[in-house]
């Protein structure tokens, strides 16, 4: 077998076992609890009656074991179980909420990534200048303020004082796509900036990284262009620890969308997720979390397996 | 004399004037928690410098209770994660085998799903108290605390000392205590600061997620949750806290990157 496959099936085999035991955790995270499920839900007042109730329809009468392997398999069919507080199927309303936010994500991510990469390169060329400096110390601020501020700081400047964009994010089917993304501007401008100032440091230093080698010096001393240099001989060495931070900040992304669709109350995972949990709906709860951990495991499977491929040692092993 | 550069100054000047206010908050606020003393959000006036809130409450009173809260809550979480972590890492890099083994898989297992995920899915079931808050961030972070001190204590279990020590028969906890943990109190008090941060960053986000502090409490995320509405009329209460975590949590920064340059540069490795 060819190394690079090996490795391969090594590293998507590693990571269904995480997922795997992700969902033991966030199973168990539910039922270890000093108490009873069905009693913090319904809290002190509960009558005997409507606990026995609960208990029956969470299952909680059957050992954990049991509950936990009949979840996993009705999840691995896509059957999520139906939510406590409205009876509905769990997988058919979160189906069009995932869409939402994976569009929110998707657009953000387009805007920030290449922003993040063409920063750093200018940063670097610009090393200790005032355009490095300038760079930096934004992206410092940014990365120091949390999400929901800076959500508020664009709804007051954008739609309160310029009235550009809306400060909610009100979307619905058969949308114009044009409207779509006036309404997801703010949102997705958010997050831009919550991932923008991680990626683009960690672009700055892989690059950097890179630059101090010797064939960077030997093009120095052949008389290149600084920008050449950086754009032929580093960058393409570069791009494995580059793609390797953009995936990490786009798992970041996973969790800053929670925040800022619950800032632009935009109907997506994370507005869902949140709505749940403050009503303790543990099924939905868990189908939110598990959901949530395979968008992460698998973005950072995905920083893993590019890593290895562009390798070209291990490409083409002698 | 030690000579401190100016950003580790200012940094140091705004983290003491919070903490002040936070710890002798009861002194320092003009009105009380909870005490309604004028109509909804009222403009800034030399009676409320700050304007009021949503139910007419002294903003500027109601930031510095909150004050103490969040940094209360964050300190604790940071004392409970630093401890556990680094005892935890401490003894995975001194027993190496199978106990190292079983702690960092777990650890592993933890940092594969966000923390805001797993602070949310426990959250669902659990009472939300303070001390479950301080717990369930404390144990969620303390993952991040155990990574690195064992790896710095994975060196230091290598040094000629720590082989002595155990020639001379200490026991473990003497080889933890006294020759480990002295050398490795650098890089972990630089790493405090920041783990303080995402510590207030986290109550803060639970908060105005409506699921950390619990009113009538105030924590400054909840009062960024509880003003949000006056935003699109342009009354800037709610940014008021969100300027508070962002400006604690930037001089902290400041501390620590000082903190940090000062013992990596010192005779190239920890002081």
Redesign the interface.
């Known amino acids: 077998m060819h190394p690079v496959l090996k490795l391969l099936v090594q590293r998507i085999s590693l990571g269904l076992l ?1 997922l795997f ?2 969902s033991i ?2 199973f168990v ?2 039922q270890i ?1 000093p108490g009873d ?1 069905a009693q ?2 319904l809290g002190q007042g509960a009558t005997p009656e409507t606990l026995a109730n609960l208990r029956a329809e969470l299952g909680l009468n059957d050992p954990p074991l049991t509950r936990y392997l009949n979840w996993l398999f009705a999840a691995m069919q896509g059957d999520l179980g139906t939510a406590l507080t409205n009876g509905q199927d769990i997988a058919t309303s979160m189906g069009k909420r995932l869409g939402n936010t994976l569009f929110l994500a998707v657009c953000a991510a387009i805007i920030a990534v290449p922003l993040a990469i063409v920063l750093g390169l200018i940063a670097v060329r610009y090393q200790g200048r005032w355009p490095d400096r300038v760079i930096s110390g934004v992206t ?2 940014t990365v ?6 800076l959500g ?2 664009a ?2 400047v954008l ?3 310029f009235r550009v964009f809306p ?1 909610l994010s009100t979307v619905y089917d058969g949308m114009p796509f044009l409207d779509r993304m006036n309404a997801i501007a703010l949102p997705a401008i958010v997050l831009v900036l919550v991932v923008l100032g991680h990626m683009m440091r960690m672009t700055r230093a892989a690059i950097l990284n890179v630059m101090q080698s010797a064939y960077v010096e030997t093009a120095e001393l052949k008389g290149l262009r600084k920008f050449t240099i950086i754009a032929r001989h580093a960058l393409p060495n570069a791009v494995a620890p580059v793609v390797n931070v953009v995936m990490l900040n786009l ?2 992304l ?2 800053g969308v ?2 800022v669709e ?2 632009f109350v935009y109907p997506g995972m994370g507005q869902y ?2 709505d ?3 009503k ?3 099924p939905v ?2 189908a ?2 598990l959901v ?2 395979a968008v ?2 698998g973005l ?1 499977l995905v920083a893993d397996i590019v890593s290895i491929l562009s390798n070209p040692r291990l490409r083409h092993p002698k | 004399m030690m000579r401190i550069p100016f950003a580790a100054m200012l940094g140091l000047f705004f983290t003491g004037v919070y903490f002040f206010m936070a710890i002798f908050a009861g002194w320092i606020a003009p009105y009380g928690m909870a005490e309604v003393v004028g109509d909804s959000w009222e403009p800034w006036s030399w009676a409320h410098p700050l304007g009021t809130d949503s139910i007419g409450r002294d903003l500027l009173s109601r930031m510095i209770w909150g004050g103490q809260t969040t940094i209360f809550v964050a300190t604790m979480g940071t004392i409970l994660s630093f401890t556990l972590g680094s005892v935890l890492g401490f003894i995975a890099a001194v027993r190496g085998g199978w106990i190292d083994q079983l702690l960092s898989r777990l650890v ?3 940092m ?3 923390s ?3 602070a ?8 939300v108290t303070l001390p479950i808050l301080i717990i369930v961030m404390g144990v969620l972070d303390a993952t991040r605390v155990f990574r690195l001190s064992r790896a710095v204590a994975v060196d230091i279990t290598v040094m000629d000392y720590v082989e002595a020590a155990r020639l001379r028969g200490e026991k473990q906890l003497w080889i933890i205590f006294r020759e480990i943990l002295p050398n490795a109190l650098s890089p972990l008090i630089a790493e405090m600061g920041l783990r303080f ?1 995402f510590m207030v ?1 986290f109550i ?2 639970l908060s ?4 950390g502090v619990q009113p009538p409490m105030a924590d400054w ?1 909840g009062i ?1 949750k509880e003003n ?1 509405d006056a ?4 009354v ?1 209460a ?2 008021v806290p ?2 508070a ?2 400006s604690l ?2 001089s902290v ?1 400041l501390v620590a990157d000082w903190v940090l340059n000062r013992t990596t540069s010192l005779k190239g490795g920890r002081g």
Do not use: W
Request: charged share 5%; aromatic share 10%; glycine share 6%.
């Open positions: 995480l035991a992700a955790l966030i995270g539910t609890l499920v913090n839900i410092l601020a120091s303020v949390p999400e929901f501020l508020y700081i709804i007051f739609s309160v004082q400060s798992a970041y996973v969790v929670v925040v619950v800032v997720l949140v749940h949990v403050s303790r709906d543990v709860v868990q939110c979390g949530f951990a992460y495991i950072n | 592993d297992l933890m594969s799903i966000p805001l995920i797993s949310l899915v426990v959250l669902s079931v659990m009472p941060i960053l803060s986000t105005f997620l409506g699921l995320g960024v949000k935003i699109v009329y342009g800037p709610a940014l969100a300027f975590i962002a949590a930037i920064n």
